[in-house]
């Protein structure tokens, strides 16, 4: 039996008009090891010694920062790696009960992204596949956690996810440390660049002054090399960050869905299914309502 291990993190929950920025990634078993050393030989290389996270790019260390993500994307160019990324416009308001509200926000938003977000439907072949997912430490609860854990497991009985064979034990479902997994502190960086870009980081302004930070212009850097390796993906793409991709993978046949799992990157703005408009939103985009176009 074949193992695919995902790993999963999370960014900021509230944004001036993104927020609940959550994201994963997906390695085969077999190809964990070797790729994680690569990620390790060139932080070393680097002589990045400390975790590395988005919040921690300054001027000094931008073009380790970029260095580090063309690394990386050179690995999600190859298919030895898949990376997702959900959010929420702060534009739809989930339309929830008091005891939906009562329930944690936090791990059903994950349970949608581990359902969705690779589209396990639409793999290629019924294979047995083991799924081992490494989720960075949870800040709640250990009943909150068991009882999370438990709906993970239950995907293995939908229909969809049966069908092709994926597996899921609760043994297989663990908190892991960041700093010693260099694939998720790459996912830190991926997912904190995306929201700091549609929350406008990259407008802040040193204090007092009207002038743009410095370390905001260094993050905004490590930001356009990310874009600009994720175009490299998509031949012909006009990659919008503030919108789902929809670019059509050739694997997918005349099945526009299925490109879903073919997708060596991918963005997914979550929208609940009972939601409605924020009266109270304040567009960036005064033209485009609610979008985000990359520059």
Known sequence: MQRLVVFCDESIEKGKYYSNFFGAIMVKEADLVRVNNILETKLKSLNLGKEVKFTRITTSYQT?????????????????????????????????????RKRNKYFVLYYQLIKHAFGWQYMPDPTPYLLQLNFDVFPHTKGDIAEFKRYLVGLSNQPELSSKGLII??????????????????????????????????KNKEPGSRFISKRAKAKYAVYKTIHSEILKLYENYQFNIGNNTKYQMPEAGNEPKASRWYLPYSHWRFTPKQSARNSDYSSKNKKRRGSARPT
């Open 169 to 202: 034990y609760e043994r297989n479902i663990a908190e892991v440390d960041s700093s010693k997994h260099a694939i998720l502190q790459c996912l830190d960086i991926v997912m904190g660049s995306m929201q700091f870009r549609l929350n406008n980081g990259h």
């Open 64 to 100: 380790k920062y970029q260095e580090l993500m063309v690394e990386f994307f050179r690995l999600v160019k190859s298919g030895e790696l898949k990376v997702r990324i959900m959010f929420t416009q702060n534009l739809d308001l989930p339309q929830l009960t008091p005891e939906q």
